[in-house]
């Protein structure tokens, strides 16, 4: 009888552990990360691990079932026309709350609790690894990420995009030309240029090095500000549609379409906006675009 009860009691905990926390095993980022893009694409960022949340809850851990189809119609609700004068950038959308979604769904307390749950054990999933194995990476980005906002509310330019950059640009911040120059995004020293410069060799189009001159900063934060400056106040960079982009694929397009970076790959094709798009994605840096862009989605509903 005891072995009995005991054994009825380990199922019972276990099915209770396997229900208390999300399946992230067997979740298939890649498939919510792309999906949820698809539809953000030329409206506003929607957060896939908020759908991911939802689907845990509502398949029971059971992500077999979820599909593009079903991923596309949650991450659609998340998605408003906006009615107000006022815009979340270009946008002609707003983003609706989590809880504005679950309502919709109409799902019961229990269950709104449970997304939460949900979701909070989520919070270091990410498609690269080293995010979580590696508390230097996060505190990169969060030391970014407020400049980055700031940059986003003045140009335009999407956070997602700022701090991939300074990523791809800087080795995460620990290249030579950074530790020497504070210079987070390979800014020369052109002749417009008034500030010190240093010369470092650099990479061009397929691994041809040549030596030119780069900005020199008195900190990481006045790389961030000419950052911003640099693209807004050149025009190739407007022409090209990056101040007007509505996502971080279209605006890191536009960015190397002005001819921000030659980099190539060894048939000459152009790579740079890919290499920013990649590690937005691995690093799930789009969720900091959802997280501003909800903020002002929310404002303009007071």
Excluded at 83 to 93: A, L, M
Excluded at 126 to 145: G, Q
Excluded at 204 to 214: G, H
Aim: include cysteine; proline fraction near 1%.
């Amino acid at each position: 009888m005891i072995v009995l009860f005991c054994g009825i009691f380990g199922i019972a905990k276990y099915y209770i552990y396997k229900h208390d926390h999300i399946n992230t095993k067997n979740i298939n980022m890649t498939l919510y990360i792309d999906t949820t893009d698809n539809v953000s694409k030329d409206k506003l960022q929607v957060n896939w691990k908020q759908l991911a949340a939802i689907d845990g809850v509502r398949y029971k851990n059971d992500f077999s079932k979820a599909s593009e189809e079903n991923i596309t119609k949650l991450a659609s609700m998340f998605l408003v026309k906006n009615t107000s004068v006022h815009n979340v950038g270009n946008s002609k959308y707003k983003l609706l709350s989590l809880d504005e979604v679950l309502d919709k769904l109409s799902l019961k307390k229990g269950e709104k609790e449970k997304v939460y749950r949900y979701l909070k054990d989520l919070d270091s999933v990410a498609l690269n690894s080293k995010l979580k194995d590696d508390p230097s990476y996060k505190k990169f980005i969060d030391e970014l990420t407020p400049e980055a906002i700031d940059i986003y509310n003045k140009y335009g330019i999407l956070p997602s995009v700022t701090i991939s950059q300074a990523i791809l640009e800087s080795g995460w911040g620990k290249s030579e030309l950074t530790s020497k120059s504070n210079n987070l995004f390979g800014i020369k020293a052109d002749s417009s240029w008034k500030g010190k410069s240093i010369i470092m060799k650099t990479s061009e189009y397929y691994n041809k090095i040549i030596k030119d001159s780069f900005r020199v900063y008195a900190s990481k934060s006045e790389s961030l500000r000419d950052y911003g400056d640099f693209l807004y106040k050149n025009k190739r960079y407007k022409d090209k549609g990056v101040l007007s982009a509505l996502n971080y694929k279209d605006q890191a397009e536009a960015i190397e379409k002005a001819g921000y970076s030659t980099v190539q790959d060894k048939k000459g094709n152009e790579i740079y906006a890919d290499l920013v798009i990649k590690i937005i994605k691995e690093n799930n840096l789009q969720l900091i675009d959802n997280k501003i862009q909800l903020e002002k989605s929310q404002a303009l509903s007071k």
